[in-house]
Nanobody, 117 residues
Framework: VQLQASGGGLVQAGGSLRLSCAAP???????????MGWYRQAPGKQRELVALITSSGSTNYADSVKGRFTISRINTKRAVSLQMNSLKPDDTAVYYC?????????WGQGTLVTVSS
C-alpha cells in the first residue's frame, strides 16, 4: 500500500487547511477494509494519533482536535482527508497518513503544517 499525502502549508492561527491522502495503487476491496488515520509529529515530540476513520466510517479524534478537525474517506477514490479548522500554533507538525494491514503498517511521506501566531 502506497500512501501519498498532500495539502500542508503555512497558515495563520484561526485558519484552515485540508490534508489529503491517496492510495492510488491499492485494490479497492483492500482500501475499503482498512482503517485509515492521520498522525502528527511536532519537533521534539513523539508521533501521536490525530484522527482515525474505520472501515465502517466510525471516527475517533485526539482530545486536542475534537470539534476542529474532521476526517473523512472517499473509498471510490481511495482517499482520506483531514479538514482542519481553527488551527492553533500547537497544531504545527508534520502530518502523516497511516494504515495497517495485518501486522504491516504503511505511512505516507508526511506533509508539514505550520501555524503562525
Amino acid at each position: 500500500v502506497q500512501l501519498q499525502a498532500s495539502g500542508g502549508g503555512l497558515v495563520q492561527a484561526g485558519g484552515s487547511l485540508r490534508l489529503s491522502c491517496a492510495a492510488p495503487g491499492t485494490i479497492l476491496s483492500v482500501f475499503v477494509s482498512n482503517d485509515m488515520g492521520w498522525y502528527r509529529q511536532a519537533p521534539g515530540k513523539q508521533r501521536e494519533l490525530v484522527a482515525l476513520i474505520t472501515s465502517s466510517g466510525s471516527t475517533n479524534y485526539a482530545d486536542s482536535v475534537k470539534g476542529r478537525f474532521t476526517i473523512s474517506r472517499i473509498n471510490t477514490k481511495r482517499a482520506v482527508s483531514l479538514q482542519m479548522n481553527s488551527l492553533k500554533p500547537d497544531d504545527t507538525a508534520v502530518y502523516y497518513c497511516h494504515t495497517k494491514r495485518g501486522i504491516t503498517e504503511y505511512w505516507g511521506q508526511g506533509t508539514l503544517v505550520t501555524v503562525s501566531s
